[in-house]
């Protein structure tokens, strides 16, 4: 593959400038508003050494120490009853702080509550694998490192998970071009009929912006369907959201009933 090419230039281009833009924050309440939270929080400061937590759009938000996150989440697990684990990944803030935000989000399916615990790590630093506590992690943490280059010990199978393993550098660093780089446009034409084919198929269309309103194949028309493969048509199609019939139990919909709001209610 080319060597990666430092892009830290990248931020003095146009396209560039809202890079590390962040959004306005939602109000953070104070944990003592909620009861259930405040306990949780109380029992984590008695045994871990918390460095911030409020509440966010009704969830606990908690922010603890890279190197015990898996003291923490297995805590939270068998006492505090948080059995179920959602979500996990990481936020690319390298060009701003040399650093990683990881986060684990995870439910109480008992208190019907919501947590999410996070910190930060350095660009190379390594965090321990939660999937030995949550088997819903196994996937996510393998993600994590194919998307970031996070790397994960203790999992037991710490490969990429959507990428080719001879794939160049993570595709969701806020460093990779948008389009993916030059390696990236020729991969499939090499790995399938070889560098000798590039000049006969040419590099892979990347633009994600062009759209062919007559590509049956890979495009649909809203009002204007037509089978797979079909010529383009320009006869309206109205489909109802249900089969002939409608389904058991299931109000019977119809697109001649529905209606667009202007405006959020």
């Known amino acids: 593959m080319r060597a990666y ?7 003095k281009k146009p396209y560039y400038t809202d890079r590390f833009w962040v959004a306005p ?10 009861e259930i939270f405040a306990k949780d ?4 400061k008695e045994n871990f050494d918390i460095k911030e937590a409020y509440i ?3 969830q606990l938000v908690v922010y603890i120490g890279a190197n015990e996150n898996v003291e923490v989440i297995t805590f939270l697990k068998n006492q505090l009853d948080y059995n179920f ?7 690319d803030w390298l060009e701003k702080s040399g650093e990683f935000e990881i986060f684990y989000q995870l439910l109480s399916t008992t208190k019907l509550k919501r947590i999410r615990i ?3 790590i350095k660009q190379k630093e390594e965090i321990r694998t939660v999937s030995t506590i949550y088997k819903s992690a196994d996937w996510g943490e393998r993600e994590m490192y194919d998307m970031f280059g996070v790397i994960i010990t203790g999992h037991h199978y710490m490969k990429r998970i959507l990428m080719p393993e001879d794939w160049h550098d993570h595709p969701l660093k806020k460093s990779y071009p948008l389009h993916g780089d030059e390696e990236a446009s ?3 034409i090499d790995k399938i009929f070889g560098k000798d084919y590039r000049a006969v198929i040419g590099p892979e269309n990347r633009d994600s912006s062009r759209v062919d309103e007559n590509d049956t194949y890979n495009f649909a028309r809203i009002h204007h369907e037509v089978p797979f493969g079909d010529k383009p048509s320009k006869e309206i199609v109205h489909t109802d959201y249900q089969e002939e019939g409608g389904v058991f139990l299931v109000k019977s919909l119809k697109k001649a009933d529905s209606k667009i709001l202007k405006e959020r209610p």
């Open 118 to 120: 996070k910190f930060f």
């Open 5 to 11: 090419q430092n892009k830290k230039n990248v931020q």
């Open 56 to 58: 966010q759009r009704g």
């Open 186 to 188: 020729w991969y499939e």
């Open 25 to 34: 924050q939602i109000p953070k309440e104070d944990v003592s508003s909620d």
């Open 85 to 91: 684990l959602n979500e996990l990944s990481a936020i």
């Open 41 to 44: 929080l109380e029992a984590l």
